[in-house]
């Protein structure tokens, strides 16, 4: 990591133990003590394995995904890059931002450029079409409860979906018809480039026109020739989501309390959604903020602090650990592979 992202890191995680912190100071009361005399460890450690099993589907997605364009790439190399991106996805706004990562793991496994972006982009492209559809469900769900939740929470939820739904369908529109995407992609270029020299526009322009026709050409290539990775994809989106969803209810058993299965999952969905919106490192804050306020509508106040403490140290500091290993991993190998290169071109000399 640059320092940069180094600095990032430690905003994001700043910002995360403030919120946790306040979460935990207005929740944690004398019934608190009671609940944590309750506590199953072992449910706690299902939660992690459970969380260690979901980023094992994701890097099987990616293989076989891979595997479905003709490449091979190891397994383990996949898990490693879905470790690796966990660390940029929590220095970057949003969970969104590790996708430059896998795309140069994959490169390093002698994919394609051209079809390792188009496997990535595909990945969150499964993503959000899973999520829109059940975060759909969810939003519905809660409109019907709207008299005890209030419009003030589900009509901003109700928008961001229908957003994230429009970036959905736009995406899917502009792979049909790469002319749109390059329009689209001109017009925004143009609004941000119009005190630049006309020779450096014409350029970009040329570049945009360049790049679109790579990547509608890796997209149509992958999606008419490998229905079958798209078929595995699925399978394994739905199953890294619902595995990722389960936690947060193994995680009330762990404290004592009911799972609280359909609850849960129309809380996680929405909190899935919310956390796609770029708004800080990480989403830090703004998950806490969120899982705070929609657990507390069904379990104790006095365990939802404790409740989210647990459940981000899962899905997001030991992310932080697993990334940062992964990392070690990646930077090694790079080192060692300059190393050889230097070496082989002073022999040549």
């Known amino acids: 990591m640059d320092k940069s992202q180094v600095k990032w890191l430690a905003i994001s995680v700043t910002f995360s133990v403030i919120v946790l912190a306040i979460v935990l100071y207005f929740t944690i009361d004398e019934n608190t003590i009671t609940y944590l005399q309750e506590l199953q460890p072992q449910y706690l450690v299902a939660a992690i394995l459970l969380h260690v099993l979901s980023m094992g589907f994701w890097a099987a997605r990616i293989k076989l995904m ?112 790469p002319d749109f995407l390059k329009n689209l992609v001109k017009k925004i270029s143009g609004f941000l480039t119009k005190r630049w020299h006309a020779e450096k526009v014409e350029k970009l322009m040329n570049d945009i026109d360049s790049e679109v026709d790579n990547f509608h050409g890796a997209l149509k290539k992958y999606i008419g020739h490998s229905k079958i990775g798209l078929l595995y994809g699925g399978i394994f989106t739905v199953l890294y989501w619902f595995n990722e969803f389960f936690i947060a209810s193994l995680i009330l058993m762990g404290l004592g309390q009911s799972p609280h299965i359909v609850e849960s999952f129309v809380a996680q969905i929405i909190i899935a959604i919310i956390m796609m919106i770029p708004l800080t ?57 300059k190393a050889i290169k230097n070496r082989i071109s002073k022999n040549r000399d």
């Open 281 to 337: 490192p990480g989403s830090s804050g703004i998950a806490e903020l969120s899982a705070t306020s929609l657990y507390s509508l069904f379990i104790p106040s006095s365990i939802v602090g404790i409740f989210v403490v647990l459940w981000r140290l899962i899905l997001y500091y030991m992310n932080i650990f697993m990334g940062v290993f992964a990392t070690v991993i990646i930077v090694k190998r790079e080192v060692v592979r």
């Open 66 to 177: 891979s595997r479905s364009l003709g490449y091979r790439v190891p397994f383990l190399h996949c898990l490693n890059m879905v470790f690796a991106n966990l660390l940029i996805a929590a220095v970057t706004p949003s969970q969104a931002g590790g996708e430059p990562v896998r795309i140069h793991e994959l490169y390093r496994a002698d994919v394609p450029l051209g079809d390792a972006t188009a496997i990535v982009i595909l990945e969150r492209v499964l993503d959000g079409i899973l999520l829109g559809i059940i975060g759909g469900v969810a939003v519905l769900l809660l409109w019907l409860g709207s008299e005890k939740l209030g419009l003030a929470i589900t009509l901003p939820l109700a928008f961001m979906w229908i957003l994230i739904m429009g970036f959905v369908i736009l995406f899917a529109y502009s792979v049909k018809k």
